[in-house]
């Protein structure tokens, strides 16, 4: 079975500019997450989506936004982008996204790189 | 609010040696406690996690750590350090009833040396 797929794997943009980053789970998971992970630090979260609507929302800026699709594929809107949104951005997907018996598998990533 | 703090960014051990990740978390209620691994430019692979069942887990790549209530501690073990181990680990926490919003730790390099 296929993994958590990201695109795209890596991007060049300027300040100002907007970016949009996707998402597919595996098969079968409901439930997505986004985290940003800038160079050398653990990963921070930025937002949950299970079955379509939001779940959960770190401490990022109006900036960022997300939305789930009804085949659960997720999208990462960032605007107005800034030098510090420079990093990793990954996305994990889970069955139930919560519980005792949940867990998140991660996609590679995609790395952002702000001019 | 929860979190977790990692002791050492940067571990060295010998290849054949005894490898030790220390974790500590900080928790209100009860927390599930994950480890994950990070090889050089990829994302991140679950090793184990605990949820409240046996204290003393069992991952993959013959790793394990120890939930230690009085502790606050997680801290991450294998036995016999690989070359193929040199990565870069992270602890990370969530809470019980809290959806699945994983709060990571700053990440501890592993380096092992022949």
């Known amino acids: 079975d296929a993994g958590v797929t990201q695109s795209p794997t890596h991007l060049i943009k300027t300040r100002g500019q907007h970016v949009t980053l996707r998402c597919s789970p595996i098969?079968?998971?409901?439930?997505v997450s986004w985290y940003q992970q800038v160079l050398g630090q653990g990963p921070q979260f930025i937002f949950q989506?299970?079955?379509?609507?939001?779940?959960g929302r770190g401490n990022f800026p109006d900036r960022f936004s997300a939305r789930q699709f009804p085949n659960y594929s997720s999208e990462l809107n960032v605007n107005a982008l800034l030098l510090g949104d420079s990093a990793l951005y990954l996305c994990?997907?889970?069955?139930?996204?919560?519980?005792?018996?949940?867990?998140?598998?991660f996609g590679p990533g995609t790395r952002l790189t702000v001019l | 609010a929860q979190s977790v703090t990692q002791l050492g960014s940067h571990v060295s051990v010998s290849e054949g040696a005894l490898v030790l990740l220390r974790c500590n978390y900080s928790s209100s209620v009860p927390p599930y406690l994950f480890w994950y691994v990070q090889y050089p430019n990829q994302g991140l692979q679950l090793l184990l996690k605990y949820t409240s069942a046996a204290t003393l887990v069992k991952g993959i790549n013959g790793f394990e750590a120890e939930f230690k209530k009085s502790e606050t501690s997680f801290h991450l073990t294998k036995p016999s350090a690989h070359m193929s181990d040199a990565a870069e680990y992270f602890c990370?926490?969530?809470?019980?009833?809290?959806?699945?919003?994983?709060?990571f730790g700053t990440g501890t390099q592993l380096k092992v040396e022949l």
């Open positions: 994990a997907s889970s069955l139930v996204g919560g519980g005792s018996t949940d867990t998140q598998y």
């Open positions: 989506y299970y079955e379509k609507e939001e779940r």
């Open positions: 990370a926490v969530t809470l019980t009833g809290g959806g699945n919003k994983l709060t």
């Open positions: 098969s079968g998971h409901k439930s």
